[in-house]
Structure formats: structure tokens, C-alpha cells
């Protein structure tokens, strides 16, 4: 059983028990989220698609906690002028466990 959900722009595949890694929020570890924007919906008795959502869907998760996402370097360079620059970036997360999916 999974379902299919929309958040920040970004669609994820999701089951239940899963962690998955999701724009950063102002959130406390431990506090449940609520996805409520399902897609699709699919277990044993086949698949529901919503248009563009499924009305009754939502996924519940719990915060476990803020995490930081790779490095990237930024390097920047102008050539025969002696000039470089270089400097990095790292984006804040949120981890999430999928506890729950509701639908209908």
C-alpha cells in the first residue's frame, strides 16, 4: 500500500513507516504533520486517482527532527584575471516518518 502526495512542489511516493526528507519547517521534533494534498492512493483493491486530489486523503507523520542536506561548493572564476571565489551552501531539512495513510 502507498500513496502519492504533493508538498513544496514536489511529489513523493510514500508507505507507511517510511522517513523521508522534506523542505524545512519551523516544527518541533515529535509534533505530527499532516499531508493533505494525496494524489493517488494504492493498496490490495486497486488504485484511486484523484482530479487533481482525493478529497478524503491524508497522510500523517511525525517530526524527527531538522537535518542538513549535502554540501555544495560554488566556484567561480574569470579567466586570465587572477580572480576566484569559492564558496558553499547547505540547506536545511526536515525528517519526517510516515506513520499513517488515511483515505475515504
Request: net charge positive; charged share 35%; proline share 3%.
Amino acid at each position: 500500500m502507498y500513496a502519492i502526495i504533493e508538498d513544496s512542489g514536489q511529489q513523493w511516493k510514500v508507505e507507511e513507516g517510511q522517513e523521508l526528507r522534506v523542505d524545512y519547517r519551523e516544527v518541533t521534533t515529535g509534533e505530527k504533520l499532516t499531508f493533505d494534498r494525496v494524489l493517488a492512493y494504492r493498496d490490495d483493491d486497486g488504485l484511486q486517482l484523484g482530479r487533481p486530489t482525493l478529497e478524503s486523503g491524508t497522510v500523517t507523520a511525525e517530526v524527527l527532527g531538522p537535518e542538513q542536506g549535502p554540501k555544495l561548493v560554488v566556484q567561480k572564476l574569470r579567466r586570465r584575471k587572477n580572480f576566484r571565489k569559492k564558496t558553499g551552501h547547505r540547506q536545511m531539512y526536515t525528517r519526517v516518518k510516515i506513520e499513517k495513510i488515511n483515505v475515504g
